[in-house]
């Protein structure tokens, strides 16, 4: 920059001074523009302004990132705006763009002054970006599938939680994995697993490929509970458990004290034949987690499939008592599982009376899937409580319309509680749906299903033989 003397004269400083104004005019105009350019790209709104979120609504609070060094971006307003435009379902998600970058004892009170789901904050320099994540999960597990055969209890922990994340300054769009693990959270706790799996698995392969040694035990955390949520998707839902085992075998790997990995690990090396194994893994995480009934139920589960039948059930009445201390949902709901389960047991011991005791429990207390309807049905059936099968077996089918042996099984219970108008109808509509797929084994499967529990019911009920032979005809008509 050019000096200029220090005695001026008058026309000299007129001079002066209309070139540093017009100067200070096209730095304001620019700044405004600039300002405008940014507003377009990034509306940004005050925390008054923020509607809290409604009961399902998954609500994103990105805040600007504080600058450090280096050319100036605003990365959270990226983040934000690559959610909004990333496909989804409708009312998926709503972001919101934070005013300024609230202090770590103002996160809680957003959280729960909104009701946010997910709160991103960061720095910026001119080599690397630092992001916080606060992520508040939902009081509630995962719903199951129509298809589920219940649910493996691999959530330890409903309490919110902070990530500490890292990526190069120099990428475009460095944040498109954290994009993705947000987009993954909004599709997992609604049971929308498939788009949950895509997402996840495309954050996984945009996680940045080296990070510095100072980083790197928060970003393994980060990255376990990534490959956590995978293995949960793997494992309970689409029953794949050599690869649940691997995911979680590398989740506790990059983070031994997540109780929910350890969990899946030991759940997969069940399932997988492996009981031993997981029982050493799991009296292990005891020393560290004496009071967990996740541990507990988790050990009934590998002693009943022992046949350990003693120490299962113990283990199931320890977990009962540990979870019948609170009242909070997610506990109430996880003690409905946990009845699902000893209930299942039960019934596989052939103890049909306690077996349905169970079911109802876990009923009353919000348990109300296909899985745990059906089964009820059947214990009542096999019990002779004919009204108390019909009710769980048409709730079953109602929410299964797609299952044909869902439906033989309300007819059938129709038929046992007299209801015979009412059985030939569910007869017709089973047989309809089960025409239905084109392979021939699968139709005879489910047509001699029908067939044989028929046979069953007229060794209970001899009057019934005459409808039974009818309905017997029918289906063998049917099915060729």
Known sequence: ????????????????????????????????????????????????????????????????????????????????????????????????????????????????????????????????????????????????????????????????????????????????????????????WRGEYDEALGAFQLSQRLLPTVTPVDRRTEMDRFVSSLLWALGYISGPVKSDWPAARDYFYRSVTLDPHSLSSVLGLAASLSQLNEPSQAIDILQAALREYPNAWQIYFALAEIKAQQGRKDEALALYQQTIDLLSTTNRPVDQQALADVYFNRGYYYYQQDDLTKALTDYQQARALGRNDVYLLSNLGWTAYLLGDYETAVEASSLAAEKAPHRPDLTFNKALHLLAAGRYDEARQAYDEAIQLTLQYDDALVRSTYFGAAYYDLQDLAARQPDLQPIISEIQKQIDIANG
């Open 1 to 188: 920059m050019r000096d200029f003397p220090v005695s001026l004269q008058v026309n000299d400083k007129l001079r002066l001074g209309v070139i540093i104004g017009g100067a200070l005019i096209s730095i304001a105009l620019l700044a405004v523009g600039v300002l405008l350019i940014r507003t377009a790209f990034s509306p940004v709104a005050q925390a008054g302004d923020i509607t809290p979120a409604g009961p399902g609504d998954f609500l994103i609070l990105t805040a600007p990132f504080r600058h450090q060094g280096g050319e100036r971006y605003d990365f959270g307003a990226e983040l934000a705006n690559d959610l909004r435009q990333t496909p989804h379902y409708a009312g998926a998600y709503r972001v919101e763009n934070l005013a300024e970058a609230p202090s770590e004892k103002e996160i809680s009170k957003l959280a729960q002054t909104y009701r946010a789901r997910v709160i991103v904050t960061g720095v910026y320099d001119e080599q690397t970006i630092d992001a916080w994540v606060y992520f508040i999960p939902p009081e509630a597990l995962p719903p199951l599938t129509a298809d589920s055969e219940g649910r493996s209890l691999l959530i330890s922990d409903f309490s919110p939680v902070r990530y500490h994340v890292y990526a190069p300054r120099g990428l475009g769009h460095p944040l498109q994995y954290l994009q993705y693990w947000i987009l993954g959270q909004t599709h997992f």
